[in-house]
């Protein structure tokens, strides 16, 4: 095993710059990916090995990243490659998952003396790109201070937010917040196109502004365009949110805003953009504005 060096597992729309970037710095082992094609790709494009399985991939390095679509992945991950770890394993999981899930991860992991970060991202496949991700992080300092150096290759802000279940707690807040931000910005837009203004100009004069964001500068072109590359797809965020919902109800609350975006995300799903990024919820505002607009034409021709 190789010291001070990570294995990735997961090379999705994001593990895979991210992978890249550790890679940049000469930092990478070893790349594992459950469906072979990715990890072969990237094995050749890259010339590192391409693991096995989970247990082949935690015997490549001592700081293993991990990036996976959901809980059950990120366990099945871990405890494939529980009977290998030991006191010189830090694992680090990137993914976005329930605090509890995280909570859980790092006792297995601590039963055979191995480290654990939770490290959920903000910043979508530019922000993994360019390795400028925000990074929230829950965690012992020690196993932070042995993994910094593999962070710092992928994210530009790491904030240690306290210990195990912290970090995915905050990145549900994040969500929540991403949810909100854009549910404006398309209404926003979508108002915008109803009184026929220009989207582009509508963009330049809100930027600077209070109504100023990040997804207004990053994501309100899609909706001027009515194209939707993907940045964060709209299924994931859905995903997310179920987990920010089951933490609100079980304190007997419920957010309007993941109420109203779960549902809103579920007719997209539906109509099949679950693949595009959430900016194409600006389709849904649009059609809403219409209806609405037939539905006013259509009473003031009944009242006359």
Same mark, same amino acid.
């Given at each position: 095993? +190789?010291? $001070? ?9 994001? !593990?895979?710059?991210?992978?890249? $970037? @550790? ?9 594992? $990916? ?27 390095? $001592? @700081? ?8 059950? %992945? ?18 680090? %999981? *990137? ?9 859980? @991860? ?6 055979? !003396? ?26 012992? *300092? ?13 994210? !530009? ?16 807040? &994040? ?6 931000? &854009?549910?404006?910005?398309? %209404? ?18 809100? +930027?600077?502004?209070?109504?100023? +964001? ?23 965020? %859905?995903?997310?949110?179920?987990? *920010? ?12 805003? @993941? ?46």
């Amino acid at each position: 095993m +190789s010291q $001070n060096l990570a294995a990735f597992a997961g090379l999705g729309s994001m !593990g895979r710059p991210m992978a890249a $970037n @550790i890679q940049a710095k000469g930092l990478l082992a070893a790349v594992w $990916n459950r469906s072979p094609g990715p990890a072969e790709a990237f094995s050749q494009a890259h010339g590192l090995p391409r693991a096995d399985d989970p247990a082949h991939l935690a015997r490549q390095a $001592n @700081i293993l990243v991990l990036c996976v679509s959901a809980d059950e %992945d990120v366990l099945a991950v871990v405890d494939a490659m529980l009977p290998v770890l030991g006191r010189d394993h830090v694992v680090v %999981d *990137c993914s976005t998952v329930r605090p509890e899930t995280a909570r859980r @991860i790092a006792q297995m992991l601590s039963e055979v !003396g191995a480290g654990f970060l939770d490290a959920p991202v903000s910043g979508g496949t530019e922000g993994a790109e360019q390795g400028s991700l925000s990074m929230m992080i829950g965690g012992r *300092c020690e196993d932070l201070a042995r993994a910094r150096p593999i962070l710092e290759a992928m994210a !530009g802000r790491l904030v240690h937010m306290g210990p195990a279940g912290s970090g995915q707690a905050t990145k549900a807040v &994040n969500q929540v917040a991403v949810a909100g931000v &854009n549910q404006a910005v398309a %209404d926003a837009m979508a108002l915008a196109k109803s009184q026929g203004l220009d989207l582009d100009q509508v963009i330049q004069a809100l +930027s600077g502004g209070a109504a100023d +964001s990040w997804f207004l500068q990053k994501r309100a072109p899609n909706m001027r365009d009515g194209v939707y590359p993907l940045g964060f797809r709209l299924s994931l965020h %859905d995903k997310d949110l179920a987990i *920010c919902q089951s933490l609100t109800e079980a304190m007997g609350v419920r957010l309007p805003i @993941i109420e109203m975006t779960r549902l809103h995300y579920r007719r997209l799903i539906e109509a099949g953009h679950g693949d595009e990024d959430v900016s194409s919820l600006f389709r849904l505002k649009l059609e809403q504005l219409e209806e609405g607009e037939q539905r006013g034409g259509d009473d003031a021709e009944q009242q006359q």
